[in-house]
């Protein structure tokens, strides 16, 4: 089976900086996109930042700036960034990925379990 395990969540100050990561672990042949989601307390998840197998970035409007997606292939990992947070930026962060896995050969998407950020003002 594949999974996803996020961490480097937790409480920081606003202004401050967090880091987070997700592995992708299991018998797997392939990873095309990696993204980063958020959701806030009644608020519906949105999309962070998201980047290609082959590198090319995208961001919301909202972190443009401030934060940075990377990711390494070999390793299978992807990486958050993120810089200035605002309390704003408060939520639970998820990694999602599409992956082919070796066992099937067709590509699904993978959700972390989640890891809180908390900005304090």
């Known amino acids: 089976q594949v999974h996803l395990v996020e961490s480097g969540g937790g409480l920081v100050q606003a202004g401050g900086s967090l880091r987070l990561s997700c592995a992708a672990s299991?018998?797997?042949?392939?990873?095309?996109?990696m993204d980063w989601y958020r959701q806030a307390p009644g608020k519906q998840r949105e999309l962070v930042a998201g980047?290609?197998?082959?590198?090319?970035?995208n961001y919301a409007d909202s972190v443009k700036g401030r934060f940075t997606i990377s990711r390494d292939n070999a390793k299978n990992t992807v990486t958050l960034q993120m810089n200035s947070l605002k309390p704003e930026d408060t939520a639970v962060y998820y990694c999602?990925?599409?992956?082919?896995?070796?066992?099937?050969?067709?590509?699904?998407?993978?959700w972390g379990q989640g890891t809180q950020v908390t900005v304090s003002s």
């Open positions: 999602t990925a599409q992956i082919v896995p070796t066992l099937t050969g067709i590509p699904s998407d993978y």
């Open positions: 980047i290609t197998s082959s590198g090319t970035t």
């Open positions: 299991g018998r797997l042949c392939w990873i095309n996109d």
